[in-house]
């Protein structure tokens, strides 16, 4: 059995899917985008505000769910140019700081609403 998760403290989807399933112990959330939840408004000043827009939806969706970022066990990172690399990733390391998950990144001709970073991820709770 499966339970839809959902938070007013991560955007809303722009399609039809939901920011979350549960399925048993492991959680799937939806690609996340920077939009801001509060404002509807995009953050793209820059790659690092766009990664961490993106990681503090991941959290409330976590949060909402009975997750941490401990327990993420799979991420899926998608950039619009592989020259964000190395800002993405220094954002991304504030927040799996410990049981670092498995992860790839691939670079994608293009994103929801023109931005330059989306991430899934899988988590896993006993």
Not at 51 to 72: M, R
């Amino acid at each position: 059995m499966s339970q839809i998760i959902n938070t007013p403290n991560a955007p809303a989807p722009i399609g039809p899917y939901n920011q979350a399933v549960k399925a048993g112990n492991t959680l799937y959330i939806s690609g996340q985008i920077p939009l801001s939840a509060e404002s509807g408004a995009l953050i793209n000043n820059n790659i690092s505000d766009e990664a961490s827009q993106v990681l503090k939806n991941i959290g409330f969706i976590l949060d909402e769910a009975g997750y941490t970022f401990a327990e993420v066990v799979k991420v899926t990172i998608f950039l619009s140019d592989m020259n964000y690399f190395n800002e993405v990733n220094n954002v991304y390391a504030k927040y799996f700081t410990e049981n670092e998950p498995a992860r790839e990144t691939v670079a994608v001709k293009g994103l929801p609403k023109g931005v330059n970073v989306e991430i899934s991820v899988i988590a896993y709770k006993n």
